[in-house]
């Protein structure tokens, strides 16, 4: 059994201008100890899907269905209570931004013995201990003293080492990082990364990690999904996505990822803004922008299907198999020509 | 600290100094003529008027009379504890030029009348403004947050005046509830006519209090509303409740702890400011304090009683916004006094 499965996921908002349908049909798996990146441009869903899963989206405006089951259990129809004892103990989870994340009122140390107080009948010195063993494994300096100092008195990237130890204090099965790096300078994010690695190692927690970095995703990611336009449009493993991407959106992706190797005068982009999710295109939600596009694509919305030979890479894609891997093999050999 | 204190402290004889003399500046532009009023108005002789403006020193160049003034108040006197004599300023605020009563002793009268009026007021609207703005912030648009907006409303267009007059009607007059008008001591006893004692002095205070508490609640209700409906969205809430926090602790702990730091400020200038004298609501009710006792002083044109008064609600408002900075940083750690 997974972890964690996803089916059937969809997330509308209820707005003054109409539904927003954020997340509109998302399944995935995760399995233990597996990481699984979720790719894709600000606003396609990829936070919401997870927020929705955590069961943190605003109540009032929300309307949800589908299936979340964490270890059999449906984490989107259980009572509140059970969520909650959830939260914080067997799933965790990182923010994008670590200067607004921490309560700048308490003191670091007491945010972090609130999260192990809550779960495990401990003492206050027993959470205390803990929570400075953690401030250790997260490579805080002096944590003995750290610990009585405020959030504002911390660096953003010590900020999200603190949020880092915060959610895997009660030692999680599943930690689901929302963009964690996107917020710190490349240096710290480097080393955010590589600490998130080395500690899923020592913790064996699985990690959801959500960016839209594909740097980010090829470091740390087994399984990759892409979303766009609050759907899912391809889905394989990292390597296979690197190797084989099936999908023109993915092209798109790796088109722009930025090179230290090659000269190039200007980032590639994909051209055209994300749909509005108020009123989202007919047929493939990225028609509009896609270079590729047919007849066929303005009317009827591709399925996510199989790529024939890769087992478990799905795309949603009209483009006939050829063509894909034409078109595919072409950017990878730029690719490798502009390395070489 | 030690600096910050010694910079407010400097910076409150800077307000002090040039409050006081817009004060005199005022008294000596309006066309007052105070020694006229002592004198019996049109019938005063000239003798009695010259008299009169000897005495007060009304005869003399302004400055001269705001050096005397200043001069009473923080020139140096010794008293002594157990037989030490300390020095301190004199803090002598001169006498009425009606009655010749001390100011000291008036605003020593007057001051508890408002201060128990104040803060008595302030609780009222911080229990009500909590609440109210809590719970509306909690269900936006729910029937309860619309018909306390409907308050609010109806709380910040009302004058206190017209409030105070409607509340004595119908809940002195009309219904005998409440007394209409008047104060009691909280201290003396019941004695023949008079009253006294705690129960007929918060009988008295009761509608007073509540007039004086409308327009508070209804800015505090708005402003927890605003506060808390921003601090419900901040991100560390959120990461609050991803540890698995009860909303009841998200509340307490993390909610209301960063939405009440700029209430505390608030309720600090507010009530410096209310120290200085609910007018309306004093007069509306015959309230000795403060507020009363200034505009009764400027309509005698008797310039040291309002002196006394502003000089009086100047350090209130003062001591308030020290307290007010000093809470602040103790209750904020973001903030260092420097």
């Known amino acids: ?340 | 600290m030690l600096r910050f204190l010694i910079r407010r402290l400097l910076w409150a004889a800077v307000l002090f100094v040039s409050v006081t003399i817009v004060t005199y500046v005022i008294f000596f532009l309006a066309p007052a003529n105070p020694e006229r009023l002592i004198c019996g108005g049109q019938r005063a002789t000239t003798a009695c008027l010259n008299e009169v403006a000897d005495t007060l020193a009304l005869d003399r160049p302004i400055y001269v009379q705001y050096s005397k003034f200043l001069w009473r108040l923080v020139g140096p006197t010794t008293s002594d504890v157990a037989g030490i004599p300390i020095p301190h300023p004199r803090f002598d605020l001169g006498e009425s030029f009606i009655t010749e009563q001390s100011v000291n002793t008036i605003v020593a009268k007057a001051a508890p009348v408002t201060a128990a009026l104040v803060f008595g007021g302030a609780i009222l609207w911080l229990l009500v403004g909590l609440s109210a703005g809590i719970f509306s912030a909690l269900r936006p648009r729910s029937l309860l947050d619309r018909t306390s907006m409907v308050f609010v409303l109806i709380g910040i267009s009302a004058h206190p005046v017209w409030l105070g007059l409607i509340f004595s009607y119908f809940f002195g007059f009309k219904l005998g509830l409440t007394p209409i008008t008047g104060y009691c001591d909280f201290f003396n006893p019941a004695e023949g006519f008079g009253c006294g004692g705690p129960v007929d002095w918060a009988h008295h205070m009761v509608l007073p209090w509540i007039t004086f508490a409308i327009l508070g609640s209804a800015l505090y209700v708005r402003m927890i509303r605003a506060n808390v409906m921003d601090t419900m969205n901040e991100d560390y809430v959120r990461t609050a409740r991803a540890k698995g926090a009860p909303e009841r602790q998200v509340m307490r702990s993390h909610i209301l702890r960063n939405a009440l730091l700029p209430v505390v400020t608030m309720l600090g200038m507010d009530i410096g400011l209310g120290l200085g004298g609910a007018v309306f609501t004093e007069t509306v009710y015959s309230l000795p304090g403060l507020g009363r006792v200034a505009v009764q002083a400027v309509d005698n044109y008797d310039l040291p009683i309002v002196q006394g008064v502003v000089v009086f609600s100047t350090a209130a408002i003062i001591l308030f916004n020290l307290v007010v900075d000093v809470m602040y940083a103790w209750i904020d750690p973001r903030i260092r006094l420097e």
């Open chain 1, 1 to 340: 059994m997974a972890l964690l499965e996803v089916n059937d996921l969809r997330t509308h908002f209820r707005t003054d201008d109409g539904i927003v349908k954020a997340v509109d049909g998302v399944n995935f798996t995760v399995e233990k100890g597996q990481t699984l990146g979720i790719v894709g441009e600000s606003g396609c869903g990829k936070s919401v899907t997870c927020l929705t899963i955590m069961g943190l989206n605003p109540k009032r405006t929300s309307i949800i269905s589908g299936e979340a089951l964490f270890k059999g259990e449906d984490l989107l129809s259980m009572s509140q209570r059970r969520l909650r004892e959830i939260r914080g103990d067997d799933i965790a989870m990182i923010f994008q931004d670590p200067m607004t994340s921490l309560n700048p009122v308490h003191k670091i140390g007491k945010q972090l013995v609130e999260a192990v107080m809550l779960h495990r009948d401990v003492t206050k010195a027993g959470a205390r201990a803990r929570a400075v063993d953690l401030l250790r494994a997260v490579g805080i300096p002096r944590p003995e003293r750290r610990f009585d100092d405020y959030p504002h008195q911390f660096s953003g990237g010590m900020r999200q080492r603190v949020m880092i130890a915060m959610a895997l204090i009660n030692d999680p099965d599943l930690l689901i990082a929302d963009e964690p790096t996107t917020a710190v300078d490349v240096t710290t994010q480097a080393q955010i990364l590589r600490l998130m690695k080395q500690l899923q190692r020592e913790f064996g927690s699985a990690i959801v990690m959500i960016t839209h970095d594909l740097g980010v995703v090829a470091e740390t990611a087994d399984d990759v999904i892409v979303m766009y336009a609050s759907k899912v449009v391809e889905r394989a493993t990292v390597d296979e996505i690197f190797s084989r991407p099936r999908m023109p959106y993915t092209w798109g992706l790796l088109g722009s990822l930025p090179r230290l190797d090659a000269d190039v005068d200007r980032l590639v982009q994909i051209a055209g803004q994300p749909p509005s999710l108020l009123t989202p295109p007919n047929g493939c939600r990225f028609h509009p922008r896609c270079p590729y596009v047919m007849n066929i694509c303005r009317t009827e919305e591709p399925r996510l299907a199989p790529v024939p030979g890769a087992d478990g890479h799905l795309q949603r894609c009209h483009l006939d198999e050829e063509t894909k891997q034409r078109e595919a093999a072409k950017l990878l050999a730029a690719t490798l020509a502009d390395a070489s």
